[in-house]
């Protein structure tokens, strides 16, 4: 497939890419924040799409594989300026990697709005701003709809435990990237598929749900306002279990419904959460 590591630009070629990626040496060293200062304190300062309850439900989940002994590498496609995959890099354990895909290119929607441009440097410059290091495996620039599971997991060496579907959001580049996510994850892995729900990309529903029905190992589990989160069938009731018996704080487990014969949990944050977490992005902005 035709993609290059964003961190071995040749500096001609992309002055905001290069400026970003000093070799580590030259830029001062820096304590990364953990998973959940990430959270508290950063991730309302990275432009992008993840909104919670999805992102404190995300970092949760990755806690509790931590927890239960899972291990495998983290990948999403679609990175954007790196808002939710900073969390997956922050997420790593001894020998695991986390895996960014994306164009790497502004587009249309992007160009013009404030904050949202510069997909060409802005994930690794946040990356280095917060002392996060990432491989040049790490990176990899390109359209996923080049790229089989034999690339990903040659980039991550094995099996991945939480990936991310978040890439382009036409129903060609859903059912890509969910087959990818599907050769890809780990016996308990969890697959995140964004925007299931939103009525701006309808393309995405019918795709993943297309998806399902010819991937009946791989079940929904529970599902936000914006995300739905699946899982192999084995693993899926100690992934509901978790979701259930310990919400993360400020989450709200609702009345359960189905899909495809499957019943789901649905997830949302309450009143009092989000009226704090309004507060606290104004003041990070
Ligand atoms: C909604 S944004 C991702 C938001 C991000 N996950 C966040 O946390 O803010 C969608 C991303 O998908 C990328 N994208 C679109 N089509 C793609 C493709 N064919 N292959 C890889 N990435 C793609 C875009 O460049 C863009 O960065």
Same mark, same amino acid.
């Given at each position: 497939?035709?993609?290059?590591?964003?961190?071995?630009?040749?500096?001609?070629?992309?002055?905001?890419?290069?400026?970003?990626?000093?070799?580590?040496?030259?830029?001062?060293?820096?304590?990364?924040? /953990?998973?959940?200062?990430?959270?508290?304190?950063?991730?309302?300062?990275?432009?992008?799409?993840?909104?919670?309850?999805?992102?404190?439900?995300?970092?949760?989940?990755?806690?509790?594989?931590?927890?239960?002994?899972?291990?495998?590498?983290?990948?999403?496609?679609?990175?954007?300026?790196?808002?939710?995959?900073?969390?997956?890099?922050?997420?790593?354990?001894?020998?695991?990697?986390?895996?960014?895909?994306?164009?790497?290119?502004?587009?249309?929607?992007?160009?013009?709005?404030?904050?949202?441009?510069?997909?060409?440097?802005?994930?690794?410059?946040?990356?280095?701003?917060?002392?996060?290091?990432?491989?040049?495996?790490?990176?990899?620039?390109?359209?996923?709809?080049?790229?089989?599971?034999?690339?990903?997991?040659?980039?991550?060496?094995?099996?991945?435990?939480?990936?991310?579907?978040?890439?382009?959001?036409?129903?060609?580049?859903?059912?890509?990237?969910?087959?990818?996510?599907?050769?890809?994850?780990?016996?308990?892995?969890?697959?995140?598929?964004?925007?299931?729900?939103?009525?701006?990309?309808?393309?995405?529903?019918?795709?993943?749900?297309?998806?399902?029905?010819?991937?009946?190992?791989?079940?929904?589990?529970?599902? /936000?306002?914006?995300?739905?989160?699946?899982?192999?069938?084995?693993?899926?009731?100690?992934?509901?279990?978790?979701?259930?018996?310990?919400?993360?704080?400020?989450?709200?487990?609702?009345?359960?419904?189905?899909?495809?014969?499957?019943?789901?949990?649905?997830?949302?944050?309450?009143?009092?959460?989000?009226?704090?977490?309004?507060?606290?992005?104004?003041?990070?902005?």
């Amino acid at each position: 497939m035709h993609s290059r590591d964003l961190t071995s630009s040749p500096p001609m070629q992309n002055e905001r890419i290069s400026a970003a990626t000093r070799p580590s040496t030259e830029r001062k060293k820096l304590r990364q924040p /953990t998973r959940s200062e990430y959270l508290r304190k950063h991730m309302n300062r990275v432009s992008g799409y993840l909104r919670n309850p999805d992102a404190t439900i995300i970092a949760a989940l990755l806690a509790w594989q931590e927890k239960i002994g899972v291990r495998g590498h983290l990948c999403e496609i679609g990175v954007h300026h790196g808002r939710l995959f900073l969390i997956l890099a922050l997420s790593r354990q001894l020998n695991e990697k986390a895996l960014a895909i994306d164009l790497f290119e502004d587009d249309g929607i992007n160009l013009h709005q404030d904050g949202q441009a510069g997909r060409n440097g802005a994930m690794v410059r946040n990356a280095n701003k917060l002392g996060i290091e990432l491989s040049p495996a790490e990176i990899l620039k390109g359209s996923s709809l080049d790229l089989t599971a034999e690339n990903i997991l040659e980039r991550t060496g094995g099996p991945v435990r939480f990936f991310s579907v978040d890439g382009g959001h036409m129903y060609r580049h859903v059912e890509n990237d969910m087959r990818l996510a599907h050769r890809c994850i780990a016996s308990n892995g969890i697959i995140a598929a964004d925007d299931f729900f939103f009525l701006k990309w309808p393309e995405v529903s019918f795709a993943v749900y297309d998806f399902m029905r010819t991937a009946p190992d791989v079940v929904p589990v529970f599902a /936000t306002s914006r995300k739905l989160y699946l899982a192999h069938r084995d693993f899926a009731p100690q992934v509901l279990d978790f979701i259930r018996t310990s919400p993360p704080p400020g989450i709200i487990v609702e009345y359960p419904t189905e899909i495809l014969g499957n019943q789901i949990a649905l997830l949302r944050i309450s009143l009092f959460a989000r009226a704090w977490q309004e507060i606290r992005s104004r003041f990070a902005r």
